[in-house]
């Protein structure tokens, strides 16, 4: 019971933000990017798609000042849960985990460096081989990205 209410909150709450930006530039003022990284590590999916809804949403449509703290946002914390959810996430968590790291390399490079050092590079080899339509569009974004950012 407990789960599914968060995950309906969740949800909620992304899609509350999707209709107002002001409603996520609120959450990042009172309770910071770690409250996202913590619902990308909830052990249930809703939950976890949400926050990188959330995450995504912060990462394309934020003004200057969320993008500051989504940049200096601790990378010990945030990357390696994005890689487990490459590594075992569904097909739609995948994909907009893809599309997250995709965002925070456009942010800064630096993010693409230390995603270097992860498990990141032979887990694309991996998801290229996914039949999954929505994870390959994803996945071609995402390299796109990176291929536009790699000198």
């Given amino acids: 019971k ?5 995950g309906t909150a969740a949800s909620t709450l992304a899609r509350a933000a999707r209709s ?7 959450i990042l003022d009172r309770f ?4 996202l990284v913590t619902g990308l590590r909830d052990p249930s999916p809703k939950v976890q798609q949400a926050s ?3 995450l995504n949403r912060g990462l394309g449509d934020l003004g200057a000042r969320a993008r500051a703290a989504l940049a ?13 959810l490459l590594e075992r996430g569904s097909a739609v968590l995948r994909g907009k985990a893809l599309l997250t790291l995709a965002l925070l390399f456009r942010l800064h490079h630096r993010w693409l460096l230390v995603a270097c ?14 039949k999954e ?16 950012l790699v000198p």
């Fill in 72 to 84: 200096s946002e601790d990378k010990s914390s945030l990357l390696p849960t994005l890689v487990g």
């Fill in 52 to 54: 990188l809804n959330l």
């Fill in 2 to 6: 407990i789960e599914q209410l968060r």
């Fill in 20 to 26: 107002s930006p002001a409603v996520l530039q609120l």
């Fill in 32 to 35: 910071g990017i770690k409250l």
């Fill in 133 to 148: 339509q929505y994870l390959q569009s994803c996945l071609e974004a995402f390299l796109n990205t990176v291929v536009h």
């Fill in 117 to 130: 050092g992860t498990k990141l590079l032979p887990l694309i080899d991996r998801l290229a081989k996914d």
